[in-house]
T-cell receptor, first 114, second 115 residues
């Protein structure tokens, strides 16, 4: 059973702080990793994707990947109340009969306090 | 169409009733996914199609759940003899290609309530 694990939170940070969200995955063969944001009552939307070890920055967001440790993280700098949402880690199955399948973690709820 | 369209938006069913949920993906998208999302949880994988081929149905919770995509476009998720534990939001998503490094586009979901 391929698994994606996240701390469900809630994670509460003050406005302007750095929010750090973590994810581990079980499938060593996975090559593609994603962070989706989901506001309450809405559908998930993609905010970051990462495919190679190291850091990838996009505006206030930085995704970090360590394949040896099977670990993905998302940093949100200068957190804003509008960042309050559930953040979903998703891992692609890149080989075998289910190649292309995308598995989600249960999500971490982030609350940014003004 | 402009986005992934799901219908109905809300469905209330009596326990034991059969339901059919429809997903109309973005035109030309090869991959189509169904996920079940319970309140406060992440999307739980149900099944995955590439064109008309159902590549993975390992997430379907029981033989009461059935999905099809006969012409590689519109997909229907059918739930027979609904139970209260089937109450959830059912999300459909599509992706332009079969490759895993592309973005998923989600529909608004169908919220199913089984009474």
């Amino acid at each position: 059973q391929k698994e994606v694990e996240q701390n469900s939170g809630p994670l509460s940070v003050p406005e302007g702080a750095i929010a750090s969200l973590n994810c581990t995955y079980s499938d060593r063969g996975s090559q593609s990793f994603f962070w989706y944001r989901q506001y309450s009552g809405k559908s998930p939307e993609l905010i970051m994707s990462i495919y190679s070890n190291g850091d990838k920055e996009d505006g206030r967001f930085t995704a970090q990947l360590n394949k040896a440790s099977q670990y993905v993280s998302l940093l949100i700098r200068d957190s804003q109340p509008s960042d309050s949402a559930t953040y979903l880690c998703a891992v692609n199955i890149d080989y075998g009969g289910s190649q292309g399948n995308l598995i989600f973690g249960k999500g971490t709820k982030l609350s940014v306090k003004p | 169409g402009a986005g992934v369209s799901q219908s109905p938006r809300y469905k209330v069913a009596k326990r034991g009733q059969d339901v059919a949920l429809r997903c109309d993906p973005i035109s030309g998208h090869v991959s189509l996914f169904w996920y079940q999302q319970a309140l406060g949880q992440g999307p739980e994988f149900l099944t995955y199609f590439q064109n008309e081929a159902q590549l993975d149905k390992s997430g379907l919770p029981s033989d009461r759940f059935f999905a099809e995509r006969p012409e590689g476009s519109v997909s229907t998720l059918k739930i027979q003899r609904t139970q209260q534990e089937d109450s959830a939001v059912y999300l459909c998503a599509s992706r332009r290609r079969g490759a895993g490094n592309e973005k998923l586009f989600f529909g608004s979901g169908t919220q199913l309530s089984v009474l």
